[in-house]
């Protein structure tokens, strides 16, 4: 994603999880909740992010240049509790700030590719024709350098030039965007005294250049832990194998997805749905997670059929410390406002189960007071059969034995008031 109105593409605090898997407990009810508690983390210096609550829709906003006010963060039961890209460290009680980098690129605009052809001329990183840098995006302003953070003298450099001037602002975590595993800007080599060396083929699939990116992320995340501040990552999920992206997510303290379960106003489904939602099953009872999805439109104009496939996404997957940013998209992404409807103020309570199969392709999970079900099927309906009792959807129609799924469709039932 890029730090502008308009995109065409685009937590808790900690050194090492101390991972406590969700197993059962018992609430007050005689029921059996989910999650035991937040993740456990290793105390570090510095603020800690608020433990995210396990019910209700926790809330990340990305970016934030279009919000006047940001005590709307907190004004409704959806609360925000993470800023991707904040313009400033200071937020109201319980939201934490990160400061926004590009993962792989010089983040000063004023400090051109001129500039860097004439001071560090051997840093830059070259397509195959050695001629063209490897931008990756092209800004109004024109591109900003891509580096070779293989070099030792690089990373010191970003580091201690861009990063810790953040840190030492007040900032608690580092916003690293755009790590596409995939070699997207096509970076091939750069030059070292005049000689041209390759690093890279410039096609997708190089072990070379996904190893030196996810070491570049292992080595910031250290810099960082010694000075009491966490590093969030924009992993790009489908840039490369799930091992691959495994080995990212788990260089990072918090992972953003982009591609969330709607994308580019288009909703994700099918056997890319099944390969993201296996994936988040396995790595979210440990990993801090923001879920970004694009509708097809504005708060007022997005329809309630897929704000709804959003919400039971999120809720059917969810970990103990995940959040959920939705945002418009139209005819592109817009990051610069505040996306808010009243179904986001729902709160079906904690989890009781983890995801599980609801059969005919449909997937199901089990809260204190409601139902989750999701279809991922791009063609075909599923029928349901629901647990006993009266189930009522989120408009007040009651459902009870069973459902029917439209094709890629997501429904959260409440349990009727009374039982």
Request: hydrophobic share 40%; proline share 6%; glycine share 8%.
């Amino acid at each position: 994603m890029r730090p502008h109105v308009h995109i065409s593409s685009c937590l808790m605090l900690l050194v090492s999880v101390a991972v406590n898997y969700p197993v059962p407990r018992h609430s007050c009810r005689g029921a059996a909740v989910y999650y035991q508690a937040p993740l456990q983390t290793d105390s570090i210096p510095g603020t800690l992010l608020p433990a995210v609550p396990l019910t209700g829709i926790a809330l990340a906003q990305v970016f934030e240049s279009g919000i006047t006010d940001r005590q709307v963060y907190t004004q409704h039961a959806a609360k925000v509790y993470f800023v991707w890209g904040a313009k400033s460290p200071t937020l109201p009680t319980g939201v934490v700030a990160s400061r926004y980098f590009p993962a792989f690129r010089n983040p000063d605009k004023t400090r051109t590719i001129t500039w860097y052809q004439q001071q560090h001329p051997d840093w830059i990183i070259y397509k195959e024709d050695r001629v063209t840098p490897a931008y990756g995006f092209i800004y109004d302003y024109g591109g900003l350098t891509p580096l070779d953070i293989t070099n030792p003298e690089v990373r010191e450099y970003y580091f201690n030039e861009f990063i810790m001037p953040a840190v030492q602002q007040g900032y608690r975590m580092i916003a690293l965007d755009n790590i596409d595993l995939s070699n997207g800007p096509k970076g091939v080599g750069h030059f070292l005294n005049g000689q041209w060396q390759q690093l890279y083929t410039g096609k997708k699939n190089d072990e070379a250049y996904y190893n030196n990116a996810i070491d570049w992320l292992r080595y910031v995340k250290v810099r960082l832990h010694a000075a009491g501040v966490t590093l969030v990552g924009n992993i790009t999920f489908k840039s490369a194998s799930s091992e691959v992206i495994q080995k990212a997510v788990d260089a990072v303290d918090m992972w953003l997805d982009e591609t969330g379960f709607t994308h580019r106003g288009i909703n994700v489904t099918g056997g890319d749905w099944l390969k993201k939602f296996h994936f988040l099953k396995r790595v979210l009872p440990y990993k801090l997670y923001v879920t970004i999805n694009q509708l097809n439109g504005s708060p007022e104009t997005a329809s309630k059929e897929q704000t709804t496939w959003v919400l039971a996404n999120y809720l059917l997957c969810r970990g103990p410390q995940s959040l959920l940013a939705m945002v418009s998209y139209h005819p592109t992404s817009s990051y610069k406002g505040f996306f808010y409807r009243a179904e986001m103020d729902l709160d079906p309570g904690q989890p009781l189960e983890e995801a599980r199969s609801a059969g005919n392709g449909a997937w199901m999970r089990l809260y204190e007071k409601g139902l989750v079900l999701v279809n991922p099927s791009s063609t075909e309906k599923a029928q349901v059969a629901l647990p006993a009792g009266a189930w009522q959807t989120l408009s007040g129609s009651t459902f009870e034995k069973g459902i029917t799924l439209d094709p890629a469709s997501g429904m959260i039932l409440i349990k009727k008031p009374g039982q």
